[in-house]
Nanobody, 123 residues
Framework: QVQLVESGGGSVQAGGSLRLSCAAS????????MGWFRQGPGKEREGVAA????????AYADSVKGRFTISRDNNKNTLYLQMNSLKPEDTAMYYC????????????????WGQGTQVTVSS
């Protein structure tokens, strides 16, 4: 059982930046495919970014390409999401996700979820 704890959310103005972190409880963190999902008010959960075990393969939602960067530090068992040029439509609860493999369009294949961290972007 992997426990995931997100941090780094907050309130920013449009154009600002935030860096989310996700700390994993297990030293086997390096074995997991990792990602970030988000869920805005009244919306379904959607995939934002994902990263392979070694960090060499990434996937991004079209809406965040060029603005968000996902990365991982396997020595620290931590996943990151650097978010730049934030827009009001990025407002959502952001969830860290771990699994053997999943696609951004298929959150049902995620094995473990964090509790979420709120990001609010004002115009």
């Amino acid at each position: 059982q992997v426990q995931l704890v997100e941090s780094g959310g907050g309130s920013v103005q449009a154009g600002g930046s935030l860096r989310l972190s996700c700390a994993a409880s297990e030293s086997t963190f390096w074995r997991y495919y990792m990602g970030w999902f988000r869920q805005g008010p009244g919306k379904e959960r959607e995939g934002v970014a994902a990263l392979s075990t070694g960090g060499g393969v990434t996937a991004y939602a079209d809406s965040v390409k060029g603005r968000f960067t996902i990365s991982r530090d396997n020595n620290k068992n931590t996943l990151y999401l650097q978010m730049n040029s934030l827009k009001p439509e990025d407002t959502a609860m952001y969830y860290c996700a771990a699994g053997q493999y999943f696609e951004l369009s298929r959150p049902g294949r995620v094995d473990y979820w964090g509790q979420g961290t709120q990001v609010t972007v004002s115009s």
